[in-house]
């Protein structure tokens, strides 16, 4: 069971906006602004679209955004494309005796 | 650019050690900025960290509480490498294993390709 919640799948169709849900504890997603999220498709390592909450590294399209409300943070995702067809999973520092925590990973699915 | 690429047996019989290395490639196993993770994902534990490795003028490891006991970490900075070692594995250790690079371990910005890894006799 992994520490952080996010529901297990999510769609839309092309041009819509998607939000992924991650809901932590004041302990980790809450209690800080380290809250990443990661892109990962079938077979292959994750990469990481999202770092501290909001920010997005170089290369990562702006349809890619994220937010934070107390121990939830999110992921949206606006103009859906065909390529965005992938599993998101959130990650949080989890506290001194377990440095990162994620979560159980959302499959999403471009209709 | 930072590659990773990693290399290890893909069986491992049960009560043995799993071992796994990470071959660095645009920067330094020793660097005073990189921290060195391992991951892994399975589909009953899904993504799990399981420790990093850094150097700081010396040599500091951080593992996850659920393996703390089982595992250790090394590193050789003449072939540029880190290695994973998780003793006594039971069929609860079977993953796909990634090595990755993230001074914060909720941000791991380059990852090895992976290697899965099955536990049986």
């Known amino acids: 069971q992994s520490a952080l919640t996010q529901p297990p799948s999510a769609s839309g169709s092309p041009g819509q906006s998607v939000t992924i849900s991650c809901t932590g504890t004041?302990?980790?997603?809450?209690?800080?602004?380290?809250v990443s999220w990661y892109q990962q498709y079938p077979g292959k390592a994750p990469k990481v679209i999202i770092y501290e909450v909001s920010k997005r590294p170089s290369g990562v399209p702006d349809r890619f955004s994220g937010s934070k409300s107390g121990n939830t943070a999110s992921l949206t995702v606006s103009g859906l494309q065909a390529e965005d067809e992938a599993d998101y999973y959130c990650?949080?520092?989890?506290?001194?005796?377990?440095?990162?925590?994620f979560g159980g990973g959302t499959k999403l699915s471009v209709l | 650019q930072v590659q990773l690429q990693q290399s290890g047996p893909g069986l491992v019989k049960p009560s043995q050690t799993l071992s796994l290395t990470c071959v660095i490639s645009g920067d330094s196993v020793s660097s005073n900025s990189a921290a060195w993770n391992w991951i892994r994902q399975s589909p009953s534990r899904g993504l799990e960290w399981l420790g990093r490795?850094?150097?700081?003028?010396?040599?500091?490891?951080d593992y996850a509480v659920s393996v703390k006991s089982r595992i250790t970490f090394n590193s050789d900075t003449s072939k540029n490498q880190f290695s994973l070692h998780l003793n006594s594995v039971t069929p609860e250790d079977a993953a796909v294993y990634y090595c990755?690079?993230?001074?914060?371990?909720?941000?791991?910005?380059?990852w090895g390709q992976g290697t899965l890894v099955t536990v049986s006799p």
């Open positions: 990755a690079k993230g001074v914060n371990p909720w941000e791991l910005v380059v």
């Open positions: 004041s302990s980790d997603v809450g209690g800080y602004n380290y």
């Open positions: 990650s949080s520092y989890g506290g001194i005796n377990n440095l990162a925590v």
């Open positions: 490795t850094y150097y700081r003028s010396t040599w500091y490891n």
